[in-house]
């Protein structure tokens, strides 16, 4: 990169924050709307356009992440006064197994749209840098860089050099350890671990009392080097050890994680998931199994206390995943290695879903998908106790992946909760993830709340679907004339096959009056031709003579305005007949549609 392209201003400096905070909300919106929604395209639209305004000046900018810091271009930013945002995407792009993310001046919106699109749904072993190489040799990617070296960073930024020396941005996070990638190094140095490793291989009582001595201290004095070192030897060659020392490294892992106080515990979490996920996915021995699922599912509980979801939600997927791959073997008593969280987490974690912070609610939604059937309760009790309806969309999503057994107890709440509020919430998503509602539907529309009854209206409505319709045709002759009439309006709204026939047998059945003009004014919204006649009839003159039945003035004009919906010939010559009317609606009625001819 030349030199030029480098420097940022003044100008650009306030620019960043906006091109982080659009790139994190579009990588929050494709994990909830599909990739063609406008939702997605306002977006990208969004992002391109704060590109281009740094792009115009130079050819390329690279946003990269070494140690917490951000670098745009090799120059680190501030970030005091986006701190959250600015974190929350730092940790995307670790959990996207990136370093740096190059945009070039010629960079397309359809490049952009690729590139979020493969936000949506990770890869079963996670992202790392050939996922990335990939996309970008199938779809031909020219305007984004995946861990591309586009330019150098001075050793000064970290106060580690002479400020002279410019060296590549892979040697400057040398020092920054990948989780799993911790350098091997000597058992013992000047200030090394003092821990004698076995020369057998196979380790000793001794050398694991030692280990564990030397970890708790390492780690009150916050030396996270020399105790990842240890943990390192660990479980090097972990397998090989026998069932009984593998299960002592275990207990000595979960007696520091239980014994060390707060402030060392995140540091122990970070060092121990990595070699703990590697032996669970090589482990066969149930109880080993057993003590290892027990001993991650208390880290990620630790980490879900510190508020870090992102590791959270891996160590769950892979616990999740491990336990299914031993269920599906139908070996033994099956494990379970997630388990129910403490009340307090679920209070958490429904306050996130609340969230209108982008990363906040990334996260939790993240989290609550990787626990699996454990988190029914949680989104069950979401979907009930929410008023925010993109919370309770979100659970009904993540509700909608476990499986039937909680949309059943879902549907069973619909039924049986006491609330009727909490019943008018479940309604409002509940088709989100399934239309076999019938029977609860039948339940909802005889409700004693007139707003559960509008709810399940309304559900009805919105999904159009003619084994639904047929519970509001049958109660088009429902005693409470209330009941009827707003089953014929809605009927009217979504204009089901048959519709016009039923509604029409109404005008000739029906003896209240609001029935009648609910028909009329359903049918006028059908606007079938087959029920020009019907209406007809109910306009026509009704003499002393007439076998007709006498209609009130306001059917009459109800009758009048639905027969001026319908495009028809036929229609014209009905109202010509009634231009001069003894009803004044009727009239306007007869004269607006035939002067409109």
């Keep these: ?30 994990k909830l709307y599909p990739p063609e929604s406008q939702v997605i395209t306002d977006s990208i639209e969004e992002l391109q356009a704060v590109l281009q305004t740094l792009l115009v000046k130079r050819s390329a900018l690279t946003l990269a992440r070494v140690q917490e810091v951000l670098l745009v271009n090799g120059q680190k930013v501030d970030t005091k006064d986006f701190k959250a945002i600015a974190d929350g995407f730092l940790r995307l792009l670790e959990a996207i197994g990136l370093r740096s993310l190059s945009f070039l001046k010629h960079v397309s919106t359809q490049e ?51 400020g002279q020396e410019e060296t590549s941005e892979e040697t400057a996070t040398e020092a920054v350890l990948e989780p799993g990638q911790i350098r091997p190094s000597a058992a013992a140095g000047p200030s090394g671990p003092a821990i004698v490793e076995p020369e057998t291989g196979q380790f000793t009582d001794a050398f694991l009392q030692s280990a564990e001595t030397r970890l708790r201290d390492l780690f009150l004095k916050g030396d996270e080097e020399q105790s990842g070192q240890i943990i390192q030897q660990l479980f090097q060659d972990f397998a090989l050890q026998t069932p009984t020392i593998r299960t002592k490294v275990i207990l000595v892992c979960g007696s520091l994680l239980k014994d060390l106080g707060l402030a060392s515990q995140p540091q122990l979490v970070e060092l121990l998931i990595d070699p703990l996920l590697l032996a669970l996915a090589e482990e066969e021995d149930p109880q080993l199994l057993e003590e290892m699922g027990t001993l991650l599912y208390r880290t990620a509980t630790s980490l879900i206390h510190f508020g870090d979801y992102r590791r959270a939600s891996r160590t769950l997927t892979h616990l999740g995943k491990r336990q299914r791959q031993l269920q599906e073997r139908g070996e033994g008593t099956p494990l379970v290695f997630i388990r129910e969280l403490e009340p307090e987490f679920q209070r958490v974690l429904s306050e996130n879903l609340r969230s209108k912070e982008p990363t906040r609610l990334q996260e939790a939604t993240q989290l609550l998908g990787s626990l699996g059937p454990v988190a029914t309760p949680l989104l069950i009790d979401v979907i009930k106790e929410e008023d925010n309806l993109e919370a309770r969309q979100i659970a009904s999503r993540l509700l909608s992946e476990l499986g039937e057994e909680p949309i059943t107890l879902l549907k069973r709440e619909l039924v049986l909760e006491g609330s009727a509020q909490q019943r008018v919430r479940i309604l409002e998503v509940i088709d989100k993830f399934t239309r076999d509602l019938k029977k609860e539907l039948d339940y909802a529309l005889e409700d004693e709340s007139p707003k559960v009854r509008r709810a399940a209206l309304r559900l009805i409505e919105r999904s159009n679907d003619e084994r639904l319709t047929s519970l509001l045709v049958d109660r088009t002759s429902h005693e409470d004339p209330t009941v009827a009439t707003v089953a014929i309006k809605s009927l009217g709204k979504i204009k089901p096959t048959g519709a016009a026939e039923v509604l029409v047998s109404l005008l000739e059945s029906a003896k209240d009056e609001k029935r009648v003009i609910a028909s009329c004014r359903a049918l006028g919204q059908i606007a079938d031709p087959a029920s020009i006649e019907p209406l007809a009839q109910i306009l026509a003159p009704q003499g002393f003579f007439s076998f007709l039945k006498k209609r009130s003035p306001l059917v009459r004009a109800t009758a009048a305005f639905a027969l001026a919906q319908i495009s028809n010939p036929r229609v014209a010559e009905v109202l010509a007949r009634h231009v001069e009317d003894d009803d004044s609606r009727v009239r306007q009625a007869a004269r607006d549609f035939v002067n409109g001819q």
């Design 1 to 30: 990169m030349r030199a030029a392209d480098r420097g940022l201003d003044e100008q650009d400096l306030t620019q960043i924050p906006s091109l982080v905070r659009s790139l994190l909300t579009t990588s929050t919106n494709i």
């Design 112 to 162: 952009l749209r690729i590139f979020i699109a493969a936000l949506r749904e990770p890869p079963v072993d996670g992202f790392d840098g050939e996922v990335w190489h990939r996309l970008a040799r199938v779809h031909g990617l020219t305007g984004i860089l995946f861990d591309q070296r586009t330019y150098g960073i001075l050793e000064k930024t970290f106060g580690t050099g002479t």
